[in-house]
């Protein structure tokens, strides 16, 4: 089965350039779990940290850490589990390195070891995950505003409250048909304003701070794993079905600019010699399996 077939990309006697569209931000997007072109693969590494920051430092983290505080942790207990928990975060890591090589979501790559028909029911568990985290974070939103309203003195009214859940659902639904680009640039700006309210947040919060009014007996160490697993669970395993949905805007191959003195001629030869081996027909009956998508593509630039 080709790459092409299988990440829904272009069809036999389709170039990639037929279908590759224009990589802006506030535009509607035209893909979803299909393959993205590498000429549309526009992300540099760097920006996969303010994309997954602005993701992580929001809310919902701040609630995470208050419900592990109801299990009877002591405050040592629980920044071990916090720390532990974060540790995670490699498997999102890792999730994300098949991006760039197959330029599609994990839905899609998950056939190729399942196949198509045993594939359903994975993407089944992994959708209602998606759902699942939604609706997870559109409750922290509007809980977080009616308590912001309630500390100021004020209460909202039932159509009030209704009114904030619209608006929650609306942005949750609006900004992710305006395309990866969009995502990444609203959650990079997001990022700094989430990182300045989380410190002066911590700021208020050690003001107020007084150890001696937490638990002082630890809990048992099955109570603990319960709240590592919540964390562990809420965070880096949580997100490892995305990590393809936005790295897969990587390129296959990291871009490096030119040393001065290489000679011109001797690389594109080596290239050659390299795919030639890679394509041999022993070597693609072993690996043909490996990558969704195909490993023998011409050496040479279109056109040439």
Not at 106 to 115: E, L
Not at 202 to 221: D, E, I, M, W, Y
Request: aromatic share 12%; proline share 6%; charged share 15%.
């Amino acid at each position: 089965m080709s790459g092409n077939a299988l990440a829904g990309g272009p069809g036999r006697g389709q170039s990639q350039a037929q279908v590759s569209q224009e990589y802006t931000a506030f535009k509607i997007e035209q893909r979803g779990i299909d393959l993205i072109p590498d000429s549309d693969r526009k992300m540099r590494p760097s920006g996969l940290f303010w994309l997954w920051s602005g993701a992580v430092f929001n809310v919902e983290y701040l609630f995470y850490g208050t419900l592990i505080m109801t299990f009877g942790l002591t405050v040592t207990q629980a920044i071990l589990a916090i720390i532990v928990g974060n540790l995670f975060y490699a498997l999102l890591g890792f999730a994300s390195l098949q991006g760039p090589k197959t330029g599609t979501t994990a839905f899609m790559v998950s056939r190729a070891p399942f196949g198509q028909n045993g594939n359903r029911l994975v993407a089944l568990f992994n959708w209602v995950t998606q759902v699942g985290f939604e609706i997870e974070g559109i409750y922290f939103v509007v809980a977080t505003v009616i308590l912001l309203f309630s500390l100021h003195g004020s209460k909202l009214s039932g159509p009030a409250k209704i009114v904030v859940i619209i608006v929650a659902a609306l942005i949750q639904m609006i900004v992710p048909l305006l395309g990866h680009p969009t995502i990444t640039r609203i959650l990079r700006y997001l990022a700094y304003v989430f990182i300045v309210f989380f410190a002066v947040l911590a700021g208020f919060t050690f003001n107020r701070l007084h150890l001696s009014t937490f638990h002082a007996k630890p809990v048992s160490l099955a109570v603990w794993t319960t709240a590592l697993v919540l964390l562990i669970s809420v965070g880096g395993l949580g997100w490892t079905e995305n990590g393809n949905d936005y790295s897969r805007y990587l390129p296959a191959t990291p871009r490096r600019p030119e040393r001065s003195g290489r000679r011109p001629w001797v690389v594109p030869s080596r290239r050659s010699s390299w795919r030639s081996s890679a394509c041999s027909p022993s070597r693609s009956r072993r690996n043909r399996w490996a990558s969704p998508r195909s490993a023998c593509r011409s050496p040479f630039p279109a056109g040439s």
